[in-house]
C-alpha cells in the first residue's frame, strides 16, 4: 500500500494529527500556517516536512495528495476550493461552510474536481456511537423513530477562555452556539443514515456573567445552547443541542426505535443502554442489559492513543480508505453542507423563536440556485469583513464596539497578571 503524501493547514489542531496519520499509512510531507514559530517548532518535531506560510505555495508541494483543513471554524471553505481545484483530496475541520452561498460553492467545485472531499467530524467515531451504529444498522431496533444528541462542553476558567478566545474579533466571541452542531447532530447522521430535511430551534438564554462563571471574561454571547428539532428524510425526528454550555461536560446520545432504544450513559465512559419492549426483545437477547463498547481489534490500539475518543484516528482512516477504494467518504460534501445547513438556518428559526426552515438538497441544482447569493455571517474574518447576522436574538446582547474593547483589555489584563505570576 502506497503511503499517501499528506500536507496540513493550521498547526493548532493540526499538530495533533501526526501520529493518525503515520498509523494510516499516511506521510505528512508539508505544513502550512502562518505562525512562524509554529512552523519552526514543525521543522524541528518531523524530519523532511516542508514549511509553508502561503497556502497557494504549499498546495503546490510537489506530489502533495491530500490536505487537511484545520485553519479557523469558519474560513474553510475558500481553502477548500482551491484545494479542488488542483485535484487534491481535501479533509476539513469542521464546519464546512460558514454562510449557504459558501456551501453552494464548495458542492459545485467538488462536483467539478476529481479529488474528493471529507468533513472531519469525529464524534461519530467515538466507540460507543459506532456500537449504536452496528446494533441499529443490525434491524433489532426497528426503524429510527426518534433520536437525541447533546454536546455540551462548557469553558468556564479564565485560563480557558483566554486560550480559547484570545480576542473579541475571534470566531468563538460571534459564533451562535447552534453553529457547533455537528458533534450533536453528526453521530445521529451516522447511526441511522437520516438526512434532515426541516429545522426549528429555540435559544437557551442565560447570560454568563463574573459570578457564574469566567470571572472578569465572559463571552458576550448570552445563549447556553439552541435547542433542535429536525424532521428528516425517512420521517424520523431527530432533537439536538449546539455547543451547549450548561450543566456538566457530557456527550449523550439516544436512538429509540419501533422495537427498542439504544444509547450511551452519562458518566460511564463507553457504556451502552440497550433495551427493548418486552414483547420485541430478540431471542437470546436480554430485554434491558448495558455494556462496555470497544473498538474493532485491528483499530483498538491506535484509535486509543488519538483524541476525541479514537475519533481523531478514524477520520483519517475513512478518508484515506475513500482515496485508495476510489469511492466518496462517508461525510463527503452533501453531508457537511446538510450538517452546516441545520445549523445555519436553525439560528435564523432561533432568531425568530421556532420559525420553521426547509434544509435544501445540495445535490439539486435547484435548491442550489435559492442560496447561492445567501453569504450572511455572524463573524468577523481575517480580511476584516465584518459579521452580517446578529449572533443572538437579544438586542441588548449584540457585540458593540464597546463591549468587545472591554473584553480585549479584561484579556490583556489577565494575561498581564498570569505574566506577572
Known amino acids: 500500500?502506497?503511503?499517501?503524501?499528506?500536507?496540513?493547514?493550521?498547526?493548532?489542531?493540526?499538530?495533533?494529527?501526526?501520529?493518525?496519520?503515520?498509523?494510516?499509512?499516511?506521510?505528512?510531507?508539508?505544513?502550512?500556517?502562518?505562525?512562524?514559530?509554529?512552523?519552526?517548532?514543525?521543522?524541528?518535531?518531523?524530519?523532511?516536512?516542508t514549511t509553508y506560510t502561503d497556502f497557494d505555495e504549499f498546495i503546490n508541494h510537489e506530489g502533495l495528495e491530500a490536505v487537511f483543513l484545520c485553519n479557523y471554524f469558519h474560513e474553510h471553505t475558500p481553502y477548500a476550493i482551491k484545494a479542488l481545484e488542483k485535484n487534491i483530496h481535501v479533509l476539513s475541520e469542521c464546519t464546512s461552510n460558514i454562510s449557504?452561498?459558501?456551501?453552494?460553492?464548495?458542492?459545485?467545485?467538488?462536483?467539478?474536481?476529481?479529488?474528493?472531499?471529507?468533513?472531519?467530524?469525529?464524534?461519530?467515531?467515538?466507540?460507543?456511537?459506532?456500537?449504536?451504529?452496528?446494533?441499529?444498522?443490525?434491524?433489532?431496533?426497528?426503524?429510527?423513530?426518534f433520536c437525541e444528541g447533546e454536546y455540551n462542553h462548557p469553558i468556564i476558567s479564565q485560563k480557558e477562555i483566554a486560550h480559547y478566545c484570545p480576542t473579541s474579533k475571534h470566531w468563538r466571541y460571534h459564533i451562535p452556539r447552534i453553529y457547533y452542531i455537528t458533534h450533536s447532530l453528526g453521530p445521529l447522521m451516522y447511526i441511522t443514515g437520516a438526512f434532515p430535511?426541516?429545522?426549528?430551534?429555540?435559544?437557551?438564554?442565560?447570560?454568563?456573567?463574573?459570578?457564574?462563571?469566567?470571572?472578569?471574561?465572559?463571552?458576550?454571547?448570552?445563549?447556553?445552547?439552541?435547542?433542535?428539532?429536525?424532521?428528516?428524510?425517512?420521517?424520523s425526528v431527530f432533537r439536538v443541542t449546539g455547543w451547549s454550555h450548561f450543566g456538566g461536560h457530557a456527550n449523550t446520545y439516544r436512538v429509540c426505535g419501533e422495537l427498542g432504544q439504544i444509547e450511551?450513559?452519562?458518566?460511564?465512559?463507553?457504556?451502552?443502554l440497550l433495551s427493548f419492549n418486552a414483547e420485541h426483545t430478540p431471542e437470546g437477547?436480554?430485554?434491558?442489559?448495558?455494556?462496555?463498547?470497544?473498538?474493532?481489534?485491528?483499530?483498538?490500539?491506535?484509535?486509543?492513543?488519538?483524541?476525541h475518543g479514537g475519533g481523531d484516528f478514524f477520520i483519517v482512516r475513512e478518508f484515506f480508505n475513500a482515496i485508495r477504494?476510489?469511492?466518496?467518504?462517508?461525510?463527503?460534501?452533501?453531508?457537511a453542507t446538510t450538517m452546516a445547513s441545520v445549523a445555519i438556518l436553525g439560528h435564523r428559526s432561533a432568531l425568530e423563536y421556532g420559525k420553521p426552515y426547509d434544509i435544501p438538497d445540495f445535490r439539486k441544482e435547484e435548491d442550489r440556485l435559492l442560496y447561492e447569493n445567501d453569504f450572511l455571517t455572524?463573524?468577523?474574518?481575517?480580511?476584516?469583513?465584518?459579521?452580517?447576522?446578529?449572533?443572538t436574538e437579544r438586542a441588548e446582547?449584540?457585540?458593540?464596539?464597546?463591549?468587545m474593547k472591554a473584553y480585549d483589555e479584561a484579556v490583556a489584563a489577565y494575561k498581564a497578571s498570569v505574566t506577572e505570576e
Request: proline content about 5%; glycine content about 10%.
Open 1 to 49: 500500500m502506497d503511503k499517501i503524501k499528506f500536507g496540513i493547514f493550521g498547526l493548532g489542531r493540526g499538530s495533533g494529527f501526526y501520529d493518525g496519520v503515520a498509523a494510516n499509512n499516511g506521510e505528512v510531507v508539508a505544513v502550512c500556517d502562518f505562525d512562524e514559530e509554529k512552523l519552526k517548532k514543525a521543522k524541528a518535531e518531523h524530519e523532511g516536512v
Open 100 to 145: 449557504m452561498g459558501e456551501g453552494v460553492q464548495l458542492v459545485r467545485a467538488c462536483e467539478k474536481s476529481k479529488a474528493y472531499y471529507m468533513i472531519a467530524e469525529n464524534y461519530p467515531f467515538m466507540k460507543f456511537n459506532q456500537e449504536m451504529r452496528k446494533v441499529y444498522r443490525s434491524g433489532v431496533l426497528g426503524k429510527a423513530l
Open 197 to 235: 430535511k426541516r429545522v426549528t430551534a429555540m435559544p437557551v438564554f442565560g447570560p454568563l456573567n463574573a459570578e457564574n462563571g469566567g470571572g472578569d471574561l465572559y463571552w458576550r454571547l448570552p445563549d447556553r445552547s439552541a435547542v433542535v428539532t429536525i424532521l428528516n428524510d425517512d420521517d
Open 264 to 272: 450511551n450513559l452519562r458518566a460511564e465512559d463507553g457504556k451502552v
Open 285 to 307: 437477547m436480554e430485554r434491558v442489559s448495558s455494556y462496555e463498547a470497544d473498538f474493532e481489534p485491528d483499530a483498538k490500539e491506535a484509535a486509543e492513543k488519538a483524541g
Open 325 to 335: 477504494e476510489n469511492r466518496k467518504p462517508i461525510f463527503d460534501e452533501y453531508f
Open 378 to 391: 455572524p463573524c468577523y474574518h481575517s480580511d476584516g469583513s465584518a459579521p452580517t447576522i446578529v449572533n
Open 397 to 403: 446582547y449584540v457585540p458593540t464596539e464597546e463591549t
